[in-house]
């Protein structure tokens, strides 16, 4: 397909988890793109013009040519479809399947952690306040299956860099970045994994204070 306009759409300050992976999915296909900001404090992401656009009045939206495609996971299965370069999602049918399972649990499951800790901790600051039995519950699950799916000193969760090890690296930085404990298998996986240069462009980026 003849890569001619890309345009992403996604917050003002640069904190949503699902505009950072549509973001690093770019970068990983070497993609020139235009980036625009949605104030949602605001509320821009109700004006007319940009619900038409996106449909779902959410962040990120990727427009290609005048097709305007929003959620997360469908924009990088798209950019995987439609754009040579790194490989988003493993190529092996079961693979690719365990890794759409494992990013689909990511985002629906764990709500503790993601009240408890919001990304504001993870690009921002930390907070005092401890988790509750709850949130610890629910780091305890996320370090079971992360520890079955992660093979010992294993830097990717399918043999190669996927998106979904963007998607366990940002749950478990909800943890490391406030000093909650995590185990150090896991905690050495989330640091690496920060330290890709398509991620780091997205945790470099200049934030306004809240």
Not at 40 to 66: C, F, K, N
Not at 152 to 162: D, I, K, N, P, V
Request: hydrophobic share 45%.
């Amino acid at each position: 397909m003849n890569q001619t306009s890309l345009r992403l759409y996604v917050d003002s300050r640069f904190l949503s988890p699902y505009a950072m992976q549509a973001f690093v999915a770019l970068h990983e296909k070497a993609l020139a793109f235009d980036l625009s900001t949605v104030d949602l404090e605001g509320g821009a992401q109700h004006a007319p013009d940009y619900t038409e656009r996106s449909l779902t009045g959410r962040v990120p939206t990727l427009v290609h040519d005048g097709f305007a495609l929003s959620e997360s996971s469908a924009i990088t299965e798209y950019v995987d479809e439609a754009f040579p370069g790194t490989a988003l999602y493993p190529r092996l049918p079961r693979e690719r399947a365990r890794a759409r399972q494992v990013q689909a649990w990511l985002r629906s499951d764990l709500m503790p952690i993601r009240q408890e800790r919001s990304t504001e901790v993870v690009f921002c600051a930390p907070v005092p306040a401890a988790l509750s039995a709850q949130a610890r519950a629910a780091a305890d699950k996320l370090f079971f299956v992360a520890d079955r799916l992660l093979d010992e000193g294993a830097a990717s969760l399918f043999g190669a860099w996927s998106i979904v090890d963007l998607d366990l690296a940002i749950m478990l930085q909800r943890l490391l970045r406030n000093g909650d404990p995590v185990p150090p298998k896991l905690g050495d996986y989330a640091r690496a994994q920060w330290q890709r240069p398509s991620v780091r462009r997205w945790v470099e980026m200049e934030r306004a204070a809240s």
